[in-house]
């Protein structure tokens, strides 16, 4: 069931009520009507009535056969004549892109103008109820309403369904050396994160433990603190960390790796910055930044640091040494 929204509506009693039915019936058939705001919730449950003719209640609801598909004006003079609206006319694409588009899209309505090749924003494109939900709509109040609706949901992807599915389709998962999992927010640079930990450290490291990294949502997503701590970097506060910290315990060495998006190299600056706080740490640092492409890589070229690496992940098994007398590996103060 919907929570719905704080009403600051001077509609009558019955009009609201009916409203506020209607949208906790969306919610059931899967909507998400929760993530809407109160007037969206209203203008969708209304939209929703209008093509089933419902004034007063649902036992208004007629055979499927027997309803007659509505324009979207139709739906704006029906909205102001029974739900004491004062819609424009001239509103009829706000009917259309905002209070039935979330309707359309779970297969509630229909847009009967669709298959006819009608231009997108028609006003003569008619929309109407589907008749599989007429039929459960009909059993709303009796005893067989619960089991009719569980049953819909069993055998039909709602839209809240959908568009989870859609978002998490867009994830980025990050699976550590140890097998351990993580799920990031979308973005260039969580995908970068990705191809360090999974391309870069297992290409040119023989074993290799993640102490650090964090989600652009959230920054301390994986954090070893214990180790951390051993190893010294107690110092550091969270805005001072690298994007990612590792540990290679075979050659005792410490990769400090920016993950460059929009900004923020092993500039001079930075390397000077780490190498103050962790000067305890002696030649053990590596100082390596990353990027999605050359032409990202291009872009920050002129900014970063002597003495440390550079990793193109779109040419994964190369690597860039600015100076020194060897290839990976610290650098001697």
């Known amino acids: ?68 598909p509505l324009r979207t004006r139709e739906i704006i003079s029906f909205l102001n004549e029974n739900f004491s609206e004062n819609i424009s006319s001239g509103s009829y694409d706000d009917i259309r892109r905002k209070d039935l588009k979330p309707l359309v899209l779970a297969g509630i309505v229909e847009n009967m103008g669709a298959s006819k090749g009608f231009a997108t924003n028609d006003p003569t494109r008619r929309y109407s109820i589907n008749a599989e939900i007429i039929s459960l709509l009909k059993s709303y109040k009796s005893k067989k309403w619960k089991l009719l609706l569980i049953e819909f949901r069993n055998t039909h992807i709602s839209l809240r369904e959908a568009i989870e599915r859609k978002r998490d389709l867009h994830k980025i998962e990050i699976i550590l050396p140890e097998g351990i999992k993580y799920i ?39 954090k070893d603190s214990k180790k951390l701590e051993k190893l010294g970097f ?15 315990p075979i050659n005792k060495w410490i990769f400090l790796i920016e993950a460059v998006h929009s900004s ?17 740490l002696g030649d053990s640092l590596i100082f390596v ?19 440390t690496e550079v990793w193109i992940s779109d040419t994964p098994d190369h690597m860039i040494h600015f100076n020194g007398n060897k290839f990976l590996g610290p650098y001697k103060s």
């Open 1 to 68: 069931m919907a929570k719905i929204k704080r009403n600051t509506s001077t509609k009558p009693s019955q009009v609201q009520n009916l409203i506020d039915v209607t949208i906790n019936i969306l919610s059931d058939l899967g909507i998400p009507m929760e993530k809407e705001t109160r007037r969206r919730q209203e203008r969708t449950a209304m939209a929703f009535l209008a093509l089933g003719n419902i004034k007063k209640d649902f036992s208004e609801l007629p055979q499927p056969n027997k309803l007659t």
């Open 289 to 307: 930044t990353a990027f999605l492409n050359k032409q990202k890589y291009l872009e920050y070229v002129g900014d970063i640091a002597w003495e």
């Open 264 to 280: 923020g190299p092993m500039s001079e600056f930075r390397v000077l910055e780490l190498k103050q706080k962790l000067k305890h």
């Open 184 to 222: 990031l927010s979308s973005g260039e640079h969580n995908k970068l994160q990705k191809a360090i930990i999974e391309d870069f450290l297992p290409r040119f490291t023989k074993k290799c433990e993640i102490l650090y990294f964090g989600d652009t949502s959230k920054k301390n997503l994986h």
């Open 234 to 248: 107690f110092e550091l506060a969270h805005d001072e960390l690298p994007d990612i910290v590792a540990y290679d």
